[in-house]
């Protein structure tokens, strides 16, 4: 049933930051939406606009990018690349007719466990406003195999 | 002996692939010579039948160009796979869908209203839309069907080598039917890439880099470009960082930001990889700026990339990793 769809977000966690505020938000005993799949990344540079793409492709619902603030990058302006390059690609998978709300980029400091649980709840009922994009099955028309699987591999 | 067959066709193409042919110069009288012409629709008068009355494996090269985009279209290169021993993907509209792929951007019904309703050059008042079946007197005739999505020939079936280009420089395509007609041996088949070059388009353009950033882009017609200077530094979307050598770089060196017609590097997907390379030249966002008027100042900056998408997917839309883009009424 549609009102009971949990998105698959595919988040790209910086290793200095974000990935420890998800690990805070584990630790502290945070309750938030169990959908984000968390892969962890150097920086947030380190994210080619070929991964988002790919997780797009591949079945994901929604991409999510967190890294560290402004400022606070361990490469100085990793981030700051990352924004330039988020900034074309929404516009870009606009052209594509996926929704804005499906890519986010989100500063999460080590300490802001709360605030990233917060942007998986916030980006996992607009996902689930916009319902699923399952992108091989319904945009190129092939049988739904790709989503089974990944919810196996990833979701079990 | 009996001489090798050759045939050439074309699907979904502009027939600027055929030309590319004929620009070998006088190497085409050796492969005339070398080779007996079995079925090549633009130069001489071969039915679909013949071809099936070839055995399977008749053709000994097959150069297709042009997109899959109707079932005429599917329906031969079918049929030419069948018959052919060696089947190339000739140029880029059958290695990766090219213009005809930009499409994909949008619908069928979009795409006929432009065409044949739209457009100012055509009467409106007349409502001529192409029929899929007509009733003539002599009976019933139909024309193939248009697809909703534009395929790569090697989505469709599967192909031995792909010459891209748009079209294929006359220099690579020479050098392909040399190595043919002196027996070489080619690379391993199996969707190889022949005819190019193996590194980004910028190695092989001699255009000075000064590893300068930019604070808007340009389109072609609003800027002449200073010479002697790499173009994406001057804010024209240059494609030569995300594109395959081989033609030489021959439009930066005229002033022309390359559109990307040798498509992609091994296994990348080239708008990505544009759009990667394009936001590492763009200045805007300093550190010297709050989290908000960073975001602003590097939005405005990419507001002036006008058509990112159809920019940077001009010729490689179809075989991209998203290959098309999702429409309300998207049923493939
Ligand atoms: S971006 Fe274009 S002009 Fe600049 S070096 Fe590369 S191919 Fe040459
Ligand atoms: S410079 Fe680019 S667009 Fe021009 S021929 Fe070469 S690959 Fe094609
Ligand atoms: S190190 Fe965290 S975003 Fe660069």
Redesign the interface.
Known sequence: MENEFQPIIVGFLCNWCSYRAADLAGTARVHYAPTMRPIRVMCTARV???FV??A??EGADGVLIAGC???ECHYV?GN??A???F???K??LR????EEERVQLV?AAASEGKQLAEAVDRMTEQLRALGP?R?RQ????EQPVARHALEVEVGG | MAKPTFAMYWAASCGGCEISLLNVGELILDVDAAFDVVFWPCVADFKYQDVEGYPDGFIDLCLFNGAIRNSENEELAHLLRRKSKTLVAFGSCAYEGCAPGLAN?TTNAATMRTVYTDSLTTDETRGNLPQPVSQVPEGEISIPVLYE?VRSLDQVVPVDYIIPGCPPEARQIAAVLRAVLNGMPLPAPGGTIIGAGNVALCEECPLAKNVKQITRFYRPYEIVPDPGICLLEQGLVCMGPATRSGCGALCPQVGMRCEGCYGPLDG??Q???M??A???V?A????HLD?HA??RE??AV??T?V????T?YRFSLAH????????AD???
Request: net charge positive; aromatic share 6%.
């Open positions: 080619e606009p070929e793409l790919k797009l492709r603030h402004p400022g302006e700051i690349k924004l330039r390059r900034t074309l690609l516009a870009m052209q594509f007719g996926v500063w994009l992108w319904r945009v190129l028309g | 951007l999505t990348q997907d708008g990505a990889r759009l990667a394009v936001a590492s763009v805007a966002g300093g550190s989290e960073q975001a590097i939005a990419m507001d990339l058509d990112p998408a159809g940077f991209s990793l998203l290959r098309r883009a999702r429409v998207s049923s493939a």
